[in-house]
């Protein structure tokens, strides 16, 4: 099945959809940045998704202009439209195709990050990451208090491989930091069974 995946377009259901931010997709479009950085600060949100780092708007944009693996997570509404529901996004690469890691992170917002749709849009990220762009291994770091980040990586497969001390700054000190992992050759066999199972568009 693995070698039947590609094109950003398939990662998605009947309800859900995982946008690249690139050239070509619905979501690459003016504000989209500005709108994804919103919803954070909103929910004041921006410094435990950044494990610490209080982004400015400006800094926000400038990461993700840089880094160019920002994916937009959708919900596909009545009308066929795609309303953002959070992101994700891989850093720091090392390796070479077949032994390549990356860190990843992940965010969502409008209440979403407890429900269904959260989970299972992840898992089309993940498989995205893992086919598309030819991840191995993903390494995941969260504040050591993150606990609804721990169990929501968790119940997607990650396992807990370290806790670092004294790794980010929280609230004018230093705290330890968690490392979740996670495996391309353990997560696809399970995404597939997932995915035949589910409602296409």
């Known amino acids: 099945m693995e070698n039947e995946m590609h094109g950003w377009q398939w990662y998605g ?4 959809q995982v946008c690249p931010y690139m050239n070509g997709v619905p979501v690459y479009r003016d504000g ?4 994804l950085y919103t919803q954070l600060r909103q929910e004041n949100h921006v410094a435990i998704t950044f494990c610490g780092q209080n982004k400015t708007q400006d800094e926000f ?10 994916q937009v997570l959708c919900r596909v509404e009545n009308d066929k439209n795609l309303k953002p529901i959070g992101f994700s996004w891989l850093d720091s690469p090392i390796g070479i195709d077949g032994a390549r890691m990356v860190r990843a992170g992940m965010a969502f917002f409008g209440g979403s990050a407890k429900t269904k749709d959260a989970r299972d849009v992840s898992r089309l990220a993940l498989a995205y990451a893992f086919i ?3 991840i191995d291994v993903l390494h995941g770091y969260e504040l050591i208090h993150n606990i609804p980040a721990r169990n929501f990586s968790a119940r997607l497969g990650a396992k807990q491989i370290a806790i670092v001390p004294n790794c980010f700054y929280w609230e004018g000190k230093l705290v ?3 490392v979740m992992e996670l495996k391309k050759e353990d997560y696809l066999p399970k995404f597939n069974e997932w995915f035949e199972k589910q409602e296409k568009p």
């Open 13 to 16: 259901t009947k309800h859900l």
């Open 176 to 178: 330890a930091g968690r």
């Open 32 to 35: 989209m940045l500005p709108y």
């Open 132 to 134: 598309d762009l030819k």
């Open 61 to 70: 944009v400038s990461y993700f202009d840089r880094i160019k693996t920002l």
